[in-house]
């Protein structure tokens, strides 16, 4: 995760990749540390101006992580983590110019909220 995230940093973002580095090692001992060396790994990326297939690699990475961190992994939940880590880079590779696309995103993220709530509702 974070050497995905740290190809080619310079600058502030060295520190941010040190940072993150140094969580990891310390949520060894200490799991919350998980957490913050995901978030820092996001600052590096943010700061190295990442290309994009690195930051889908860091993004799948930081989500295994936390996974087998905080929880036990199970199928569904790595089935997901590189179905959308493999949307993701779909998108990368075939980009699509359609200019009224963003509009239709508020409504596919209503739908899938409505489909999840779902099962609780009568």
Not at 7 to 30: Q, T
Request: net charge positive; hydrophobic share 70%.
């Amino acid at each position: 995760m974070v050497a995905a995230a740290a190809y080619r940093v310079h600058g502030y973002g060295v520190v941010a990749a040190a940072a993150a580095l140094a969580a990891v090692v310390v949520s060894a001992w200490w799991r919350p540390a998980a957490t913050g060396a995901v978030l820092l790994a996001v600052l590096t990326t943010v700061l190295a101006d990442a290309a994009p297939m690195h930051t889908v690699l860091a993004g799948l990475a930081a989500a295994v992580y936390l996974v087998l961190r905080h929880t036990n992994p199970t199928a569904p939940t790595a089935f997901f983590a590189v179905g959308f880590a493999a949307a993701a880079a779909a998108v990368l590779a075939l980009p699509v110019h359609v200019p009224w696309l963003p509009l239709a995103a508020p409504l596919a993220l209503l739908a899938g909220y409505l489909l999840a709530l779902k099962p609780f509702t009568r």
